[in-house]
């Protein structure tokens, strides 16, 4: 089969997932705290977390890399400081550490303040798959990975202590949550048929980080879909002719179509891993149903605004312009934070994080349905 006709076909396959898909028909989502009792590691268990990202999960990577002073009203629900989250407080990956009682991952080019004895956060904002090569990629980030255990183990040999020694290493979670960059520089240039037929060397560098962790000793993984794209203030600000592409909460169905099939895709990648890598656990993540639900279902967990952002500029119906970010000295800045899904346009608030980890947490949209604290080991 040539080329054109195996793209084609994986095109029609992908297709043939994604239609029967409703997109209000998501699940409601558990309402118990992100950190409630339940989640917490075994006695004596060391739980290590790797997580490999975007700013979806940057604790802090980006502004250190970058040399940026990031200012208020970043950080101010939880910090009452900047840490350079794009968030006014917790990320995902922060209530997920919070379960497992360990410190909040700092971010591996940080040079003052880290706590690497619980794990490394890798995850940069801005982040791709591709192109393999360019800074920050999830191919770079690996890399970073091997040169931290590499020059970890080195450390122990030579009788020097390091914050992570063979077995946490071995016995770690390896998160991965990446894409969301990729697809939507594609759904920015490209008709939808032509941006779901990209998807297959995206995939293959999330396929390739896996195989290269597994080849050097890794065995946990736990992977996140991408998000409900179409319901972003930033791609929902996008001038347009009329609003025939907005399903019934507003959202574009054009963005979440392509959500649902990368997801999909991704999904049946983390299926076949599951089959191809022995004594491995890959765990898949559907982020897509989590948040679309957020929006769907916004009353339910307490929000007034779902499609608005916090800290923005433009007034409603988004608040979002994107010559003028959260850190513009004219951004306008909600009072209440807890009462928006969206805090800049493109990343959550906290109280939607919150809602968002709760549901991680429950196993209800996971594949297996493994709970989080699976790997904790001693």
Not at 24 to 34: G, H
Not at 96 to 101: D, G, I, K, Q, R
Not at 138 to 165: C, M, T, W, Y
Not at 336 to 342: A, E, Q, T
């Amino acid at each position: 089969m040539s080329a054109a006709g195996a793209s084609a076909l994986w095109l029609a396959l992908v297709l043939a997932v994604v239609a029967p898909v409703v997109l209000a028909l998501t699940l409601s989502l558990p309402t118990a705290s992100a950190s409630a009792a339940g989640f917490s590691c075994r006695p004596g268990a060391r739980p290590v977390v790797f997580n490999f990202g975007d700013s979806n999960s940057d604790t802090g990577g980006m502004a250190a890399a970058k040399g940026w002073h990031i200012t208020p009203p970043e950080g101010r629900a939880f910090f009452h400081h900047p840490t350079g989250r794009f968030c006014d407080g917790r990320l995902i990956i922060d209530f997920l550490c919070e379960s497992l009682n360990i410190s909040y991952l700092s971010p591996y080019l940080k040079a003052l303040g880290s706590n690497y004895s619980n794990g490394v956060n890798f995850a940069i904002g801005g982040s791709t798959t591709l192109p393999r090569d360019v800074l920050f990629s999830l191919h770079i980030q690996v890399q970073e990975f091997f040169f931290f255990k590499a020059r970890s183990l080195e450390l122990i040999n030579q009788g020097q202590e390091a914050p992570i020694d063979a077995q946490g290493f071995e016995n770690a979670l390896y998160t991965i949550d990446i894409g969301q960059n990729d697809v939507n520089a594609l759904l920015s240039n490209l008709p939808y048929d032509q941006v779901v037929a990209k998807f297959p060397p995206i995939l293959a560098e999330i396929k390739d980080a896996v195989q290269m962790l597994y080849a050097n000793g890794s065995r946990n993984f736990w992977i996140h879909g991408t998000r409900a794209l179409g319901c972003l203030p930033q791609k929902l600000s996008i001038p347009r002719k009329n609003d025939s592409d907005l399903d019934q909460n507003g959202c574009l169905k054009t963005y979440n179509r392509a959500a649902v099939a990368f997801n999909a895709a991704l999904g049946s990648l983390c299926d076949d891993l599951n089959v191809q890598l022995k004594n491995a656990t890959v765990v898949y993540t559907d982020l897509f149903a989590i948040k679309y639900d957020l929006v769907a279902n916004h009353t339910k967990y307490g929000f007034d605004r779902p499609l608005m952002t916090c800290c923005g500029y433009g007034g409603p119906p988004y608040n979002y312009d994107i010559s003028r970010s959260c850190q513009s000295p004219n951004a306008t800045v909600c009072t209440d934070g807890s009462k928006f899904v969206s805090w800049d346009g493109v990343h959550l608030t906290e109280a939607a994080n919150a809602v968002a980890a709760a549901a991680i947490l429950s196993s209800a949209y996971s594949i297996p349905k493994l709970k989080f604290d699976q790997f904790c080991k001693v």
